[in-house]
């Protein structure tokens, strides 16, 4: 840490200027590791000089770990030729080969790429891309999105409205019309037990019943993550993307398939839809693509409804962003994607998955609190009830106190956990860098059981603990 820091001082600067992202107060920089001053692979330190493995890799962008040296590298060269986007938006170098990477790493026709910033943005993208392309086709009355519950796409009023995350929307209501909403498949609270193993068909089945409710001719996209990240690990079941591809064709529907999360690597694929033989026909994608160096997202676009873009007049494509596809963040997407290529790290991904997937059901088998453990490549989530046979949740006060005791005890043994009260449900969301050393999965998991235990405690008293948050001065003083 610099030794200049006044921890004090800059706690007191947070609390009285910076309000924090996600709902927090002031009262949230007097808890441990809630100001970074350096971060190297899955480590961040905070500003008394204690080290965290940040167990959800920078909201699962960092692929590749914090401040890769690759990545680093490539953008302090970026950054001596040209930072910024000109007027008029010519396009830069790093930009050009990265659009041309994208298409030769992604299936079928997908081929066109518009950059922005974030996830939210791309995603944005894309529903104005379905809209127009309807539009220039005569149909203007296919307007209307079909989305997922439990499906996040972004802080936008659209993708709010896209998204399926009543905690996150309802205080932005009336959101814009045009959004409708189906199930996510969701194997252990299966709205179809009696149907395995035939559940995909049923799932899929909802979006074909909503279409036919809606009036096909009024829809112009279905919008959904494949495996749910924030919403609980939800991997789809065998099937279940082939059919919703199938249902989209008999429409003339457009799939978006949001890989935010899942695009380059997660999985284990550079694309989760590929695992499915599926091609959408536009994929959103930004986290891994720069492993989070640098804001970056991107939205992949089939040829053939590009082509209907082009040629000026009305068929112009009116967006884009001031910030979007800077060349600097380029230029670090090229290098995540180079070292992720030369190095075969997705082939890693298999083996290291399974690895920890053991430890977490061992975690499972030892903890009263555990009730499925869900994974998808580097991708994992634990679902935590108040009892295994029921499945029963907790309300929302007791939720929100386990959720607390379980930051701060995983704080405590120098990992940052992200449980999630999202949804009625409270499920501990990891995804870890690809790169992440066994030791350190093993660090995570031994944290993950010790915060466990520490919430059977918030759990048995009923009541969230007061002040489940710890004092720096608890805080083991670790390594740099
Ligand atoms: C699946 C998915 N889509 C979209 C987003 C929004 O991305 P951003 O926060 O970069 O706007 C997220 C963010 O976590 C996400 O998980």
Not at 94 to 123: H, R, W
Not at 212 to 217: I, K, N, Q, V
Not at 235 to 240: A, I, K
Request: charge should be neutral; proline fraction near 7%.
């Amino acid at each position: 840490m610099n030794e200049k820091l006044d921890a004090q001082k800059l706690t007191e600067s947070a609390k009285q200027f910076l309000w924090g992202t996600f709902g927090k107060d002031p009262s949230y920089f007097d808890t441990p590791g809630s100001i970074v001053v350096s971060a190297q692979g899955p480590y961040v330190t905070d500003i008394h000089g204690v080290r965290y493995i940040d167990s959800q890799g920078s909201a699962g962008s960092a692929i590749l770990g914090f401040n890769h040296p690759h990545v680093l590298e490539a953008m302090v060269r970026q950054l001596s030729a040209v930072a910024q986007n000109p007027s008029g938006w010519p396009a830069s170098v790093p930009q050009v080969q990265l659009a041309e990477k994208i298409a030769s790493l992604s299936p079928g026709s997908l081929k066109y790429t518009i950059f922005a910033c974030n996830g939210t943005d791309a995603n944005e993208t894309a529903i104005k891309i379905a809209r127009k392309y309807y539009k220039l086709q005569g149909k203007s009355g296919k307007y209307k999105v079909i989305g997922r519950y439990r499906n996040y796409h972004g802080m936008s009023l659209a993708t709010l409205a896209a998204g399926g995350v009543v905690q996150r929307r309802k205080d932005y209501e009336p959101l814009p019309p045009g959004f409708t909403h189906i199930a996510t498949p969701y194997c252990y609270r299966c709205r179809y037990p009696a149907d395995h193993p035939q559940c995909a068909g049923r799932y899929a089945d909802e979006l074909r019943q909503a279409i036919e409710f809606e009036d096909p001719s009024s829809i112009a996209c279905y919008l959904g993550e494949q495996t749910v990240f924030g919403g609980g690990v939800l991997p789809p079941p065998p099937d279940y993307m082939r059919r919703i591809r199938e249902i989209c064709d008999e429409h003339d529907i457009l799939l978006i398939a949001d890989e935010v999360v899942t695009g380059f690597g997660r999985t284990g694929a550079w694309f989760e839809s590929a695992k499915y033989g599926i091609v959408p026909d536009i994929i959103t994608l930004a986290k891994a693509i720069t492993s989070g160096h640098a804001p970056l997202s991107a939205t992949h676009v089939k040829e053939e409804i590009a082509r209907a873009f082009f040629g000026g007049g009305d068929r112009l494509f009116q967006h884009g962003f001031t910030f979007g596809g800077m060349p600097v963040a380029c230029a670090a997407g090229l290098a995540t994607l180079e070292f992720i290529e030369e190095t075969g790290l997705l082939a890693t991904v298999p083996e290291k998955s399974a690895r920890f997937v053991r430890e977490l059901e061992r975690i499972q088998e030892r903890s009263p609190l555990v009730g499925d453990v869900r994974s998808h490549g580097m991708l994992f989530g634990v679902e935590l009830v108040r009892d295994k046979e029921t499945k029963e949740v907790w309300p929302l006060p007791e939720r929100e106190g386990i959720a607390k005791a379980i930051v701060a005890e995983g704080k405590r043994h120098g990992v940052l956990l992200a449980p999630y009260t999202l949804h009625g449900t409270l499920i501990v969301v990891l995804a870890p860098p690809l790169t992440i050393e066994d030791t350190e999965l093993e660090a995570i998991a031994s944290a993950l059981e010790a915060a466990l235990r520490e919430a059977e405690k918030t759990a048995a008293s009923g009541l969230p603990k007061k002040g489940a948050g710890v004092s720096p001065g608890d805080l083991p003083r670790q390594r740099r």
